[in-house]
């Protein structure tokens, strides 16, 4: 991983949607790989949207610290809204302050609500969706390309997730979906501009991953298992969020440089 100057330093990563599902099986897979992993996220004790009464929900308190402790030592928990960018930017400082730079970014968090097709969707819907999914990976690059691109030698790596509705128009998802659809976008241009610096960003869209979001957007589907989103899937199972995060791991510490820009889909052939 990247060292500043000849000074040896333990590499850093800052994950988003660390608490739960597959933010926090990243999080894990990084710091078993030996990085220091700052893991973000919004407990649903202190945001906005806990009277919400659509099927998501944040993680909670607890699972940011059950999250933190799968990372042992190298597991430091933040608490901070990623549609928030002074609080992005706070984390950001902290971990920089204590581990000199930052050399992996995660983009995982993300938020599901809907139920009601597009021309019935309400306005704080969408704004949550776009804000929650969307602008909070652009408050991240913002908080984190300046930092990767002071190091040298320069091998920061942005990895964010999209989501298979970003190929697929997904009903009674609108506003997710266009956000989503927008991540990809993001990360192109991220990339386009990145250019040779050596940093690289990328997207994965996971197809239908065992979890809270998935059995939300069963809840939306009127499906009393989410199981069934299993047929949907050429693989004809449920994939496991360790799969997206062996995708992004490896993206993270072992894909080549030349390998930016890129939408990965791990979706096991979604089919919608
Ligand atoms: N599970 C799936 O089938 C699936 C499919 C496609 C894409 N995805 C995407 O993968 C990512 C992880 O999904 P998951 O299944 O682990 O979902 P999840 O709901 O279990 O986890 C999402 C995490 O993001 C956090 N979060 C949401 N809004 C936040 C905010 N404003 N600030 C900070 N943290 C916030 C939540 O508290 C939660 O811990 C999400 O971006 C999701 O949209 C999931």
Known sequence: ???????????????TGAARGIGAAVAARLA?????????????ELSAEAAHTGPWRHASGTDLDAATARCGARGHPHVADVRDPVALRRVVDEVVAHHGTVDVVVAA?????????????DDD???????????GVFNLARATIPEMLRVSP????????ASAAAHTGLPLLSAYTAAKSGVVGLVRSLAAELGDTGITANAVCPGSTRGHMLDASGAIYGLTDAQ???????????????????????????APGALTGEVI???????G
Request: net charge negative; glycine share 10%.
């Open 1 to 15: 991983m990247a060292t500043e100057g000849t000074e040896q330093r333990e590499p850093v990563a800052i994950v």
């Open 154 to 161: 320069r091998r920061g790596r942005f990895v964010a997730i």
């Open 109 to 121: 968090a993300g938020a599901q609500a809907g139920g009601a097709p597009l021309w019935e969707t």
């Open 228 to 254: 069934a989103f299993a047929e949907q899937a050429r693989i004809g199972r449920l994939i496991e969020p360790d799969e997206i995060a062996s995708t992004i791991e490896w993206l993270c510490l072992d």
């Open 265 to 271: 889909d791990v979706d096991g052939g979604f089919r």
């Open 32 to 44: 078993d790989r030996g990085l220091h992993v700052a893991l973000v996220d919004l407990p649903h």
């Open 125 to 135: 819907t969408w704004r949550w969706m776009v804000e929650a999914n969307l602008t």
